[in-house]
């Protein structure tokens, strides 16, 4: 009950195309879930994040897509660039807890 | 600048020689704590601690100690280390806003630690 799930493993897209990944995880009292982004030889940084009272949250080429019902989230990239090629990790967690559970990653490569 | 320091970046030991890897943050967060990376399985929390001397074990524990004496610093330490501890560790520190909003984690660039 406390994982989430990631996928693709591994997602190779088109410069200029989009990007989508996705996540579903089974606690439904996680009420934060956040996406990381990661390049190589560095830690995971906030990249974009939502709460369970939105379906969607946009910033710039980012957005987060959020299905209650499903439990499920996906980042979608539009417009994807060479520089967005790096490792993206969900995660969950619970207000209170500041315990993030992680999905497993997805390694993104943008072609030019 | 605000940022979560590791040192060191990268360490080969061998089996059963004591380390700690150092965590330091300069942004007065309350929370810390330690995740492993490893290929296919994500980031695993450690250890975690909400401030000062409060420390609590997260999903894979064993084999591995912390402590707290201080809030901007927050040591791992691997009293015997063996092989299945090779691994990519990361720490990470949050400000603490009571129980209603979680908020971001800040990262340490990371130590690849090699145990062989």
């Known amino acids: 009950q406390q994982q989430v799930k990631q996928s693709p493993q591994s997602l190779i897209v088109q410069k200029g195309g989009i990007s989508i990944i996705n996540c579903a995880y089974e606690?439904?009292?996680?009420?934060?879930f956040p996406w990381y982004q990661q390049f190589p030889g560095k830690g995971p940084a906030l990249l974009i994040a939502?709460?369970?009272?939105?379906s969607e949250k946009k910033e710039g080429r980012f957005t987060i897509s959020f299905n209650k019902s499903a439990k499920q989230f996906s980042l979608h990239i539009m417009d994807s660039q060479p520089g967005d090629s790096a490792t993206y990790f969900c995660a969950a967690s619970t207000s209170g807890t500041y315990k993030y559970i992680f999905g497993t990653g997805t390694r993104l490569k943008v072609l030019a | 600048e605000a940022q979560v320091t590791q040192n060191p970046r990268y360490l080969i030991t061998v089996t059963g020689k004591k380390l700690t890897v150092t965590c330091s943050q300069n942004?007065?967060?309350?929370?810390m704590s330690w995740y492993r990376q490893d290929p296919g399985l994500g980031l695993r929390q450690i250890y975690y601690s909400m401030n000062v001397e409060v420390t609590d074990k997260g999903d894979v524990p064993e084999g591995y100690k912390v402590s707290r004496k201080e809030k901007r610093n927050f040591p791992l330490i691997l009293e015997s280390p063996s092989p299945n501890q090779t691994s990519l560790y990361f720490c990470?520190?949050?400000?603490?806003?009571?129980?209603?909003?979680?908020?971001?984690?800040?990262f340490g660039q990371g130590t690849r630690l090699t145990v062989v």
């Open positions: 942004m007065n967060h309350e929370y």
């Open positions: 939502i709460r369970p009272d939105v």
């Open positions: 606690n439904t009292a996680f009420d934060y």
């Open positions: 990470a520190s949050s400000p603490v806003r009571g129980p209603v909003r979680n908020t971001e984690a800040f």
